[in-house]
């Protein structure tokens, strides 16, 4: 098997929610590890070798405050779908990773299996991580071909990324570990993904 030349890809993740069962603005709520949940998503998306990340919609001024990029949401308060639509007409790579700013075990892992996945398949418009049969549009690589169709559902009153999916070549990303792709809506989910992470190991003997 050969070497495969990594794929340049760009990030974004999606902050313009409204978060109204957390309560707050979700994207700075602070994960289990301290870090806000948008800086969690930005970071993972970076160590996976992301060329460009940025924050798509929401509170610009906190955005910066946290070292990132932001840009304006092209069509702030109608959902996510032009949340994506957003992303794809920002960045200037092909593809990219545009992933929710709510799920607190992000990593890496995630994006790399995307990216790759989406290369293996060339006619293919996005790679969709999917949690069992459940394929999960915010947590995708998408490419620039996939723009008109969302575009034109977007035009006809259509808001939800997961309605367009028939009219897309999708590839499905199996296989990736639940905990890095929980989100997190509410407080209680946030504690509750915080109860079933593992203690760290208790030290014993001398150090």
Known sequence: ???RTPVAFDGAV?????????????????????????LVAAEGLLAAGAGRVVVVGGDEAAVGAVGLAWTPDLHPGEGPLGGIVTALR????????????DMPGFTEEVPTA???????APGADVALAAVGER?????????????PVLE????????APRRVLDRLEVV????????????????EDLRRYADRRPSPPTRTGSP
Do not use: N, Y
């Open 152 to 159: 034109a559902a977007f035009s006809l009153g259509e808001r």
């Open 172 to 187: 499905a990303v199996p296989g990736l570990a639940r905990d890095l792709l929980d989100d997190v809506d509410s407080p």
């Open 90 to 101: 920002d960045a200037p790579a092909d593809p990219v990773v545009v992933v929710a700013c």
């Open 1 to 3: 098997m050969t070497d």
């Open 14 to 38: 999606l902050a313009g929610g409204a978060s109204r069962r957390m309560g707050r603005d979700k994207a700075f709520v602070e994960a289990p590890d301290g870090r806000p949940l948008v």
């Open 114 to 120: 995307l990216v790759a996945a989406l290369d293996r």
């Open 135 to 147: 394929l999960q549009p915010l947590t995708a690589a998408w490419r620039r071909s996939a723009i």
